[in-house]
Every structure is written in C-alpha cells, then in structure tokens.
C-alpha cells in the first residue's frame, strides 16, 4: 500500500484555487465528496468548472423512508414507511418487527449511497455518524430518527445540530441522557459533549485540567443535562419515540463553569437550560478549531502538518464563526481552496469499506432496481460485506467512531490491514468475476457494460484506458500497469479488433454473442484496476 503523503504538501491556503481545471482536478473533487462518481459526473464536472461543480455538491439530497418489505413487519403494510408505525402488543411480535425494521433500515441506508446524486450529503452524513456515534437504539423508528437528523443537518448549523442531537432520543438512551436526574447524575453525556462533540479535550495541564475545560465542567455539564427522558420506545399506542422534559428531575440550581469556560454561570432555566449551556461552551472559539480539524482530516488528509495548524485551520474556524457555525460556508471555502488541489494531496487517503465498495458499484453505474423486497435484500447484503470490512455503517464501534478516523500515526491506514486487503479482493472479484449477489433468481454485480459505454470514446481502446483510469485512480498509473489493462481488452491484437468488436456489439447490443465477449473482458479489467493499490487510495 502506498503511503499516505509521498510529499507534504506546497499549498497552505484557503485562497480560491486558479490552476488549471482538468479532469485530475474534477476527479479529485468528486472522490473526496461522493462514494464513487460516475464518467458522466467527471465529464459534468470538467465542463461545468469548479464554482459551478461545488454549488451543486453542496445541495442538499432529497430523502425519501424506509420501507417495508420483511414478512415480520407486524404492523406497517408492505411497501410502505413504517416511520410512524407502532410495535405489536406481545413480546414475540416486537422482537420480529424490531428486527424487520432494523433489516430495512440497513437497506436503505446502503440504497441511501447507491443513489446519492452529485451531493455531499451522503459523504457528509458519515461523517457526522463518526462525530456524533449513535449505536442502534432499542427501537428502530428512534434509530431512523436520529439518521434523518444527521442528513437534515449534514450541511446545516453545528450549533443547532449539537443542540438537537443532546435530546435526540437515540443519543439519551445511548448516553444514559434518559436516567440523569438530579438524584442521580449521569456524566457520560456531559463528558462526550466536552471532550468529542464540541470542544475538545485538548492537552492535560493538571489535575481534572485539560486545555479546553476542567473536570468542574463535566459536573456542572451532568446537571445541567438532567431532567430530559424519553417515551414510547416498542410502544403499541404511539406512533413514535420521542424526548420530553420533565422539571421534577432537572437540577434547578445555578451551575458554576470553570475558568477555561471565563467563570461564567448557567441559571435555572429548565428545558432550555442545556442550549444556554451551548452556547456558553460555543463562545470559545477553539470549537470552531476542532471542528474545523476534524472536517479537513476526514475531507483533505489525516496529517495536521504546521502549516495547517497555522494557516488552513484558523481560516476554516474564522469561517465557522463568522458565519454563526454554519457548515456550508466552510465546506464551500475548502472545496474551492489551491491547498484543496495540492497534487500532493490527491491520492493522498486510504478508502474505507463504504468509500471501496461504492466507488465500484457507482463508478460503474451500478445500480440495485428490482422488485422491493429483492432490491432491499441485496442492499442488505452489501450492509453485511462493509461490516465484513470493518465498516457497519451507522454502527461505530465506540463513542470515539472508527478509529481510522482518529487514531495516531496510522489512521486511514487501518482499514487495510492483513485480513482487510484480502478481503478487499476477494470481494472484487466477487463483484466482476463471480455472479455477485443473487436473491430470488436475480443477481447483482458490476454493470461493466454500462460503463463502458458511458465512456467519451469506447470503441477507441485507448482512450477506454484513460477515461477508466482517470475515474477509477487518483494518481497515474505506470507503463506496465497500463499495458496490462489495454492488453486485457485487446488480448495483444491491433486496436482496431477492438474497435470492430465493439461496434459490433453496440449496434446489436442485445445479442449476447457480441455483448458477452466485450463484457468479459470488462469485468477483468475492473478486477484488475481495483487490485491495484492505487485504487484503494482517493
């Protein structure tokens, strides 16, 4: 595997980027934003330009629900969005429809990134389930709950998103949230507030003291969170989980912050108190900073080389702040930005499972559209092959998230270790060579065909070559790497055998005579690109 930096890079500004816009640029753009571009997405973005490409990757994807399509459903009709659907009245009955929900939860959210548009919402929404880790909750309309609230805000205000997600009913029961009262205070919400979710926790200075905040914060944080629990979990009379205040549990009393937090004081203030607390701990601007890191390592690269910390991070946070932590404004800055197109950056992070799985499927045309419960069980499949990878999406593995995503010096590194990569193979095969996933008669693998003709020129072997390459690997492949993919298509002949077959092919494209030789030769091509370790980077 390539390293992760060859050189550090050259560019250390937010400036607008003024270099030339090819498709090395576009591509690079469209890796970083989306789970796997199509040509036909490259070919937009080259002609469009940059301004006119990021416009429309920060707007927001439309969502649609999850639908029904398990017989242990119990009460929602088939085909429909069992959202607002209440639980059967015995033990039995929610035990299966729990688990029928949860099955097409997982569905939809891979369907979700199947079909994500030319938006970063799917892109963005991960990354808030790594900032904000929820596991499932004991009730899935809680869990689908929470998921809408992340791409509701996946570009919105950090502000208004962190104080929604405090009494997000998944996160009070993840949380122990529902339980803190003023009998009983709970900082396990308090600290992960501080500490992952706003802050930062910073160097240890002292005793309970750490850069940011003190342990005096954490306590003051416990009490002031009490008092919100949540109703309706499994219930069989209301249609949802939601939270609730109750006054009777909160702590009333004037809450003392430490000095990191300028002394300030929280007054009772019942069910609003918890937001004054916000935007007390949201007046330092080292929130916007912390962020702001998290942001660049999870879009740009994991190294916070001097240059960034000085240069790239203060004008990110100065963004956030002057635009009252709206992330959009950001995200825009930076996806615009000559350090965002720093050659050295391109190519420069290692794919997680999500990123590896559907930049073959998407970037092939790939596309699951069967009847609904084959369609949701195959997407329910691919769940299960990230989860093979290490990646349960919507499932991080602590409150921390993934560790690739955190975790000094390797970070990205860690999604290929010993057994990942050869299970990253053995599914790319799995996906060209094999029949991929087959439910009720019906299979699912790459569309090598569907990319093939979506190419600028595909009876001109060559240029077949280049534009896969140029879609598929974000750094240029070598000589040898190359002859061998153009060899796996013209088995060593003239290029023009291969232009006749594929005219031939195109103008019958239904007899299987000519299509299957060419789709053939597709596939082991794409095996071949994604064993390379260049794919495995973006």
Known sequence: ????????????????????????????LLRRTLFGPTFQQLQDAVTNGLDATVTTLLTPKV?????????????????????????????????????????????WAMKSLNNQDTSITEKMSLFWHNHFACPI????????DYHLLVH??????????IKEITINPSMLEFQNGATNNVYSPNENY???????????????????????????????????????????????????????????????TVKQLSYRLNNETVSPNGANEYSDYIDIVFQQDEVARFIS???????????????????????????????????LPVMEALLKSQHFYDVNLIGSCIKSPMEMIFSMINSTNSVINFDLETTYEMYLYLYGVGDNLGQSYGQPPSVSGWTAYYQAPSFTKLWVN???????????????????????????????????????????????VDDIISLLVPKPLNLTQKFTLKYILTGGQADSVWAYQYNAYNASPSDPSLSQPIKQKMEQFILRIATYPEFQTF
């Open 1 to 28: 595997m390539p390293a992760s930096v060859i050189n550090p890079p050259t560019n250390h500004s937010l400036d607008p980027y003024t270099g030339t816009w090819t498709k090395q640029q576009a591509a690079h």
């Open 63 to 107: 969502m649609d629900l999850p639908l029904t399509y398990d017989a242990d459903e119990g009460i929602a009709p088939f085909g429909q969005p069992w959202n607002n659907s209440v639980y059967p009245g015995d033990v039995a009955g929610i035990q299966a429809t729990n688990t029928a929900r949860l099955k097409s939860l997982a569905a």
């Open 137 to 144: 909750a004991a009730d899935q309309r809680s869990t689908l």
């Open 152 to 161: 509701q805000y996946a570009l919105g205000n950090f502000k208004d998103f």
């Open 190 to 252: 308090a600290r992960e507030f501080l500490e992952l979710f706003s802050i930062g926790k910073g160097l240890q200075t002292g005793p309970g003291d750490y850069s940011n905040y003190t342990e005096q914060d954490v306590a003051a944080g416990a009490k002031i969170f009490t008092g919100y629990t949540i109703k309706g979990i499994q219930s069989s009379t209301e249609s949802s989980v939601t939270s609730y205040f109750m006054p009777i549990l909160h702590d009333g």
């Open 293 to 327: 890191r998290k942001l660049y390592r999870y879009f740009v690269n994991y190294e916070l080389t001097d240059q960034v910390e000085q240069n790239i991070i203060p004008a990110m946070a100065t963004i956030m702040i002057n635009n009252n932590y709206e992330i």
């Open 418 to 464: 010993s057994t990942h990569i050869k299970t990253r193979m053995q599914i790319s095969y799995f996906f060209t060579m094999m029949n991929g996933i087959e439910v009720n008669g019906n299979s699912f693998k790459v569309n090598a065909l569907g990319l093939l003709d979506s190419l600028s020129n595909p009876s001109d072997v060559n240029t077949v």
